[in-house]
T-cell receptor, first 112, second 116 residues
Framework: AQTVTQSQPEMSVQEAETVTLSCTYD???????LFWYKQPPSRQMILVIR??????QNATENRFSVNFQKAAKSFSLKISDSQLGDAAMYFC?????????FGKGTRLHILP | DTGVSQNPRHKITKRGQNVTFRCDPI?????LYWYRQTLGQGPEFLTYFQNEAQLEKSRLLSDRFSAERPKGSFSTLEIQRTEQGDSAMYLCASSGEGQGVSQPQHFGDGTRLSIL
């Protein structure tokens, strides 16, 4: 069965610094998709970044980038120049066929 | 694009009552998903529609749960004979056409269900 593990329930980072959130997953599939979603307090979940498993190049969206290690089944999110608005729950998600499986999330605190 | 709309935002009901939630997806999206999220957890997949067809159901979706998407537009999720364990946030998401589920999902604000 596919699983997604986020081993860091909470993390803190100083404003303007860089932070990396970890995610590992388990699958026997070779073609799938990975996502990072952000859920601010009492607000809706929004997509941060996505990665197709067949692409070796790591995805980047402005200050957000991923380190995708397919063999290791690892998909970490790096946030550069952290801003107060980055404070939220971050969910790693694995997608294959009709299903999307989310990890339990990492709560990110930004320290001013 | 007005986003995914869910109603009501909050629902408080007594155990044993039936409840129904509504989701209006982004108009051009043909895929619609329902998730359940409990405190401190990530969303758990419940069911998925492509147009009006319900293509996938999680085993979490017991026989007390039913979802419909008539005419492939809005969707409803009904819970019959609610139980304490049904208390959760129910999220709806929609996405457009694309390979598999590679298209990003757009989420609504959710409906928070509280069972007294």
């Amino acid at each position: 069965a596919q699983t997604v593990t986020q081993s860091q329930p909470e993390m803190s980072v100083q404003e303007a610094e860089t932070v990396t959130l970890s995610c590992t997953y388990d699958t026997s599939e070779s073609d799938y998709y990975l996502f990072w979603y952000k859920q601010p307090p009492s607000r809706q979940m929004i997509l941060v970044i996505r990665q197709e498993a067949y692409k070796q190049q790591n995805a980047t969206e402005n200050r957000f980038s991923v380190n995708f290690q397919k063999a290791a089944k690892s998909f970490s999110l790096k946030i550069s120049d952290s801003q107060l608005g980055d404070a939220a729950m971050y969910f790693c998600a694995y997608s294959w066929a009709a299903r999307v499986i989310f990890g339990k999330g990492t709560r990110l605190h930004i320290l001013p | 694009d007005t986003g995914v709309s869910q109603n009501p935002r909050h629902k408080i009901t007594k155990r044993g009552q039936n409840v129904t939630f509504r989701c209006d997806p982004i108009s051009e999206h043909n895929r619609l998903y329902w998730y359940r999220q409990t405190l401190g957890q990530g969303p758990e997949f419940l069911t998925y529609f492509q147009n009006e067809a319900q293509l996938e159901k999680s085993r979490l979706l017991s026989d007390r749960f039913s979802a419909e998407r008539p005419k492939g537009s809005f969707s409803t999720l009904e819970i019959q004979r609610t139980e304490q364990g049904d208390s959760a946030m129910y999220l709806c998401a929609s996405s457009g056409e694309g390979q598999g589920v590679s298209q990003p999902q757009h989420f609504g604000d959710g409906t928070r269900l509280s069972i007294l």
